[in-house]
């Protein structure tokens, strides 16, 4: 069961490499910086999903909990926030997904999504993107030692 959930980590993160690396190199539209940035929140959710049931089959916790807000809250507990980092990550990057934002140089190099977050006015570009799905696969990575 872990490794098919690990695996469908591993595919997010394949097509937010190619989002990344192939068609917003092409396209540099801020629909595909969205979709990247979907893909980096469905990873963290299948990582979540997937290290919740592996302590719950260790007898570590004694149950699943339903919402990823609670699964979160759980994990962050038995990893003794060694995920925090990520969980911070992932928390933004769903305040973003429902966020409306504005695009700026749409299609040329600098492509820039800004968004309004609790009032505060961020601008996300390539660079940041990048960093975002580099936190990604380190997350990943966490959770792959942690099963092992």
Do not use: W
């Not at 469905?42 to 609670?70: C, H, R």
């Amino acid at each position: 069961m872990h490794d098919y959930l690990e695996d469908k980590a591993k595919d997010e993160l394949k097509r937010v490499d190619h989002l990344v690396y192939v068609s917003l190199k092409y396209t540099r539209t801020c629909d595909v910086m969205m979709n990247a940035m979907s893909r980096m929140i469905s990873a963290f959710e299948f990582g979540f999903n997937d290290l919740t049931q592996f302590y719950y089959e260790k007898k570590k916790i004694k149950d699943v909990p339903d919402s990823f807000k609670e699964k979160v809250e759980l994990l962050d507990i038995v990893l003794k926030n060694k995920i925090k980092p990520y969980t911070k990550l992932y928390a933004m990057l769903k305040k973003i997904e429902v966020s409306e934002y504005a695009r700026r140089e749409e299609y040329r190099k600098h492509v820039t999504m800004i968004v309004n977050l609790e009032g505060k006015k961020m601008e996300i570009n390539v660079p940041m993107l990048l960093e975002y799905y580099k936190k990604t696969k380190e997350f990943v990575e966490l959770m792959k030692e942690v099963m092992e």
